[in-house]
């Protein structure tokens, strides 16, 4: 697992020793920043953009984000043994500002009231492919007001996942990348 571009590029990443954890892959990260920069389908700079990463495990989407110059990125994590991976990434890659852990699961981080200060551009989901909480989660992100108005969620999920949605979430674009399924959407003004 490593960092594929920006300032941190090249960069490898501490990884947990069991096999509960599952990391998003080089391939899929690689395609989900392919996408953001250079589709017509979005309008997103990674420069100056919040970032939220649920489920962030060791970090591999949100410090992607931090060498590709994002201004903050929060990380969701609830398990405490991930977390130590993900501060130990944080460590071996010198961030020291723009960023943020929330050791919590985020359905109790999202019952508080106003515990994340901004609005996000960019927010990414990566539950457990067992996770049936999905349709729940995006209702909750979106009902909470953290998305800016042109801002963007991507969802990691199993290829053969069946997920429901709001019906005031717009999918923009969905891709397959051996087993995983890539979801983009936005908030249906």
């Known amino acids: 697992m490593r960092i594929i571009a920006g300032d941190l590029k ?3 990443l501490y ?3 069991n096999k509960k954890t599952r990391p998003l892959k080089d391939m899929a990260k690689e395609s989900i920043f392919n996408l953001l920069c250079h589709s017509n389908k979005f309008s997103f700079e990674f420069e ?15 410090l992607e984000c931090i060498s590709r110059k994002a201004r903050d ?11 130590k991976i993900l501060k130990k990434n ?18 109790a981080l999202l019952k508080k009231k106003n515990i994340f200060k901004l609005k996000f551009d960019l927010i990414f989901c990566d539950p457990p492919f067992e996770n049936k909480d999905i349709k729940k989660l995006i209702e909750l992100i979106l009902s909470k007001n953290l998305l800016n108005k042109n801002g963007i969620v991507v969802i990691h999920r199993n290829r053969n996942s069946e997920d429901k949605f709001p019906s005031f979430f717009k999918i923009v674009d969905e891709r ?7 979801i983009f959407g936005t908030h249906l003004l």
Do not use: Q, R, W
């Open 15 to 17: 990884m947990p020793k």
């Open 90 to 107: 944080i460590d071996k890659l010198k961030i020291k500002n723009n960023f943020k852990i929330y050791e919590n699961d985020i359905f």
């Open 48 to 62: 100056k953009s919040c970032i939220l990463d649920i489920y962030a495990g060791i970090g591999s989407f949100g």
């Open 176 to 182: 397959i990348y051996g087993i995983s399924k890539l």
């Open 73 to 83: 990125v929060h990380f969701v994590e609830k398990e405490k043994y991930v977390v």
């Open 10 to 12: 090249g960069s490898t």
